[in-house]
Every structure is written in C-alpha cells, then in structure tokens.
Nanobody
C-alpha cells in the first residue's frame, strides 16, 4: 500500500510562515514528480508547486516568491516552505506523487491564515 502523510499545517497570522512535510512509503525509483496542491473552502483543488525528478521546481503565480518546494530522496520526503502567508493561502494542502503510471495523494493538512 502506498501511503502519503502530510504534516506541518496549522493556524498562523498573516505574514507568518509554515513548513509542510510529506512522508511517503513509495520507493524513490520511478518517481516523476512530487508536488503540492491546495483546496480552499468552496473552491476547486489547485496546483501549488512541483519538483521534478531532475530537481527542477515550478510554482503557481499565486505563491511564487513566497514558497520553496524541496525533496529529500534519501528520506523520500517532500517539503513546502511557505512565508509571507496571506489569508487567501488558507486551505487543505495535499501532497501528490506521480510514479510511473500512477498518481498518489495524501489525506491533506489544514493551513489557516488569519488576518
């Protein structure tokens, strides 16, 4: 069974920072991308950031300059460092992994940014 477990969410004031972590049970071999998505209340899930198997990173315009995604191949972990948080960053953040022909999701971790 493939397991993805997110952690690091919580309540933070606007302008603050959080670091999200995703621990996986998958082997690193065959992993194409690791990334983060988020879903705000009443909104559809949206892509936030991705790190590819060659180390390249991409970010949504809404978080560019405020977020850094990274991966640890030895630990099979993916992280999302967020700073200068805004109330519109509030939502459930999901870890995503694409491996071979499969796609995996975690259960999500709640991020709430207060003004």
């Amino acid at each position: 069974q493939v397991q993805l477990v997110e952690s690091g969410g919580g309540l933070v004031q606007a302008g603050g920072s959080l670091k999200l972590s995703c621990a996986t049970s998958v082997g690193i071999f065959g992993v194409q991308t690791m990334g983060w998505y988020r879903q705000a209340p009443g909104k559809q899930r949206e892509w936030v950031a991705t790190v590819t198997n060659d180390g390249s990173t991409n970010y949504a315009d809404s978080v560019k300059g405020r977020c850094t995604i990274s991966r640890d191949n030895a630990k099979i972990m993916v992280y999302l460092q967020m700073s200068s948080l805004k109330p519109e960053d509030t939502g459930v953040y999901y870890c995503n992994i694409r491996r071979w022909a499969s796609e995996y999701w975690g259960q999500g971790t709640q991020v709430t940014v207060s003004s």
